[in-house]
Structures are given as C-alpha cells and as structure tokens.
C-alpha cells in the first residue's frame, strides 16, 4: 500500500487535506453508500451520518467519477488473490 500525504494543520484550528486524501475519502463515501442503499431495508440514519460528513469534508455537488478506494491504495482484489494462492497450491 502507498503511503499518502499527511494533513497540514490551519491556523484557523482547521486540517487542509490533500487531494489524494479527499478523493480516497469520497470514494469511501461512495462505496459506503451504495452498500447502504443495496441492502434489503435501506436505513436512514446511516446515510444521514454518510450526508454529514459529505458536508463537513466539504464534497457536495457534482463531482467527476473517482476510481474505487482499493485502487487508490494500490490494495489487490480479495477474491483475484484467494484464487491465485488456490491455484500455485496445485
């Protein structure tokens, strides 16, 4: 996994988070989305915890589609791994 940036700190208190941060963020938010709204009973309460935080991070309004968060990390795929490892086994 890559290492990402850190926040800086404001000296109004607040943290500037880079790019890469704030787009790992969102997609987070967006996976974590869909996975709320995909479930036999969509809970409210959740997805207004989700909303919150899109507002406090500031990542309201139209936004470009972002790659997923795995990929972002440079993680590989749970299952593509689990059916290599199968295979050099036999």
């Known amino acids: ?12 208190g607040g943290l500037f988070l880079p790019r890469q941060v704030v ?3 969102e997609a987070v938010l ?5 996975l709320l709204r995909q479930g036999p009973q ?8 989700l909303g ?9 309004g139209p936004r ?4 997923p968060a795995r990929e972002q ?9 689990l059916l290599s490892r199968n295979l050099l086994r036999h």
């Open 1 to 12: 996994m890559r290492q990402l940036p850190k926040a800086i700190p404001e000296l109004d």
């Open 23 to 25: 787009d790992l963020l």
């Open 30 to 34: 967006v996976d974590h989305e869909q």
């Open 42 to 49: 969509v809970a409210q309460e959740p997805l207004v915890v």
């Open 52 to 60: 919150e935080l899109r507002e406090l991070l500031r990542l309201t």
């Open 64 to 67: 470009p589609a972002l790659p």
């Open 73 to 81: 990390l440079g993680l590989s795929d749970p299952q593509q791994e």
